[in-house]
């Protein structure tokens, strides 16, 4: 039984370029977050997302970021035009049910660097 | 809003040696309480929760955890660690009516020496 999987690992952009990242849930999962990790610091909440419906992106930075998770397919993360504050590890998890409790799964994460 | 203190940010022990992680959070309403563990370059991997009943939660790996609700804590404990143990600990809350976004710690580095 896979777990939650992300990809690319590990991911270089220039400053302006754009940043997809992917994460595919357990299988049966519905439900996915993500979350971004900085240098140094613990992990900080984004989005929230069920299947085509995004619950809270009470996370998310304003402008630039955008999340989705389509019917089919993974989840993506899309970051335009990076800046160098964007460099982190994002990491995705994902829960059989959306109600507080349920264990988050989480993958190994995406580390991004923007030079 | 919830937030959670890990006052800790480093913790050296001794191989076969006990260890305690700190852990408080501030809410007003029920909380759930976890606790992950991070080894380097990984993804993380829940230790123990709390959600309800006895106030002495078991994990995995031999690790077990205290919630004091009149202390707001939520301490991490083993009483003899191994090497294997160094790594990134996060304690997390999720708060009922923020569904289950968590929110985390800013974690506690355990090098476990030999």
């Known amino acids: 039984n896979a777990g939650v999987m992300q990809n690319p690992r590990h991911l270089v952009r220039r400053r302006g370029q754009e940043a997809r990242l992917r994460c595919s849930p357990m299988?049966?999962?519905?439900?996915v977050y993500w979350y971004r990790q900085l240098p140094e610091e613990g992990l900080k909440f984004m989005v929230y997302?069920?299947?085509?419906?995004?619950?809270?992106e009470s996370g998310m930075p304003k402008e630039r970021f955008s999340a989705e998770f389509p019917k089919e397919g993974p989840s993506i993360l899309r970051i335009q035009q990076v800046v160098r504050g964007d460099s982190a590890a994002y990491f995705c998890?994902?829960?059989?049910?959306?109600?507080?409790?349920?264990?988050?799964?989480f993958g190994p994460g995406t580390r991004l660097t923007v030079t | 809003a919830q937030s959670v203190t890990q006052l800790d940010s480093q913790v050296p022990v001794f191989e076969e040696a006990p260890v305690e992680l700190r852990c408080n959070y501030s809410?007003?309403?029920?909380?759930?309480l976890f606790w992950y563990v991070q080894y380097p370059n990984q993804g993380l991997q829940l230790l123990l929760k709390?959600?309800?009943?006895?106030?002495l939660v078991k994990g995995i790996n031999g690790f077990e955890a205290e919630f004091n609700k009149s202390q707001t804590s939520f301490h991490l404990r083993k009483p003899s660690v191994h090497i294997s143990d160094t790594a990134e600990y996060f304690c997390?809350?999720?708060?009922?009516?923020?569904?289950?976004?968590?929110?985390f710690g800013g974690g506690t580095r355990v090098l476990v020496k030999p």
């Open positions: 709390y959600l309800s009943g006895s106030t």
């Open positions: 997390a809350v999720s708060e009922g009516a923020a569904g289950n976004k968590l929110t």
């Open positions: 299988k049966g999962h519905s439900h």
């Open positions: 809410s007003s309403v029920s909380v759930y």
């Open positions: 997302l069920q299947k085509e419906n995004i619950i809270d």
């Open positions: 998890a994902s829960s059989l049910q959306g109600a507080p409790g349920y264990e988050q799964y």
